[in-house]
């Protein structure tokens, strides 16, 4: 069966410094991968898409990489701030559009 | 703010009671979502509407009963639950169904007793 697989423990990271999450997943071929932020009590916003045939995209302080062959995407937020700090969850998209959630990996900036 | 809003933030109910959620999105989408948040797991998505039609329901117990009236409307009536039922109920939207981008409102969190 598919399965998403993101860090289940806290990432706590001072400030100023680069955090990195990790998506990894298997039985799946997404067509492309979506990142979400997500708050305590909020719903999931939106953040960046990543395609197959995309090794890298950035948007402002974020950078995601997707690996097909290691079935991998790696989150990067750099020159992290303390507002930084949420869940960020990756969802696998195949190409219908259909998507799955991973648990999400949760990160902690401190000052 | 996202342009879906939800209602209410949140909900105590007994197992006996009956309830709706409420969700209304201001997006001109065509696609709204329903999914269950339970702590630390993943988002799963009970109920997918395309265009005031169901087109998605995946296995979800008949104690929960979706709704929609028209594409910016999205209810989730709710009777007789079980406190294993006690989680963040979210909708979502997006342009079209399966569409690349999803919308989150708030969401209402539940518990029931």
């Known amino acids: 069966s598919q399965k998403i697989e993101q860090n289940s423990e806290a990432l706590n990271i001072q400030e100023g410094k680069t955090a990195t999450l990790t998506c990894n997943y298997t039985n799946y071929s997404p067509a492309y991968l979506q990142w979400y932020r997500q708050d305590p009590g909020r719903g999931p916003v939106f953040l960046l898409l990543?395609?197959?045939?995309?090794k890298e995209k950035r948007k402002e302080r974020l950078k995601v990489t997707f690996d097909t062959t290691l079935k991998q995407s790696l989150f990067h937020i750099t020159a992290s701030q303390p507002a930084d700090s949420a869940t960020y969850l990756c969802a696998p998209t195949d190409s219908w559009g259909k998507l799955q959630f991973g648990a999400g990996t949760q990160v902690v900036v401190t000052p | 703010e996202t342009g879906v809003t939800q209602t209410p933030r949140h909900l105590v109910m007994g197992m006996t009671n009956k309830k709706s959620l409420k969700c209304e999105q201001h997006l001109g989408h065509n696609a709204m979502y329903w999914y269950k948040q339970s702590a630390k797991k993943p988002l799963e998505l009970m109920f997918v509407y395309s265009l005031e039609e169901r087109v998605e329901n995946n296995s979800v117990p008949s104690r929960f009963s979706p709704e929609c009236p028209n594409s910016s409307h999205l209810f989730l009536h709710l009777h007789t639950l079980q406190p294993e039922d006690s989680a963040l109920y979210l909708c979502?939207?997006?342009?079209?169904?399966?569409?690349?981008?999803?919308?989150f409102g708030s969401g209402t969190q539940l518990s029931v007793l």
């Open positions: 990543i395609r197959e045939n995309e």
């Open positions: 979502a939207s997006s342009q079209d169904t399966y569409n690349e981008k999803l919308f």
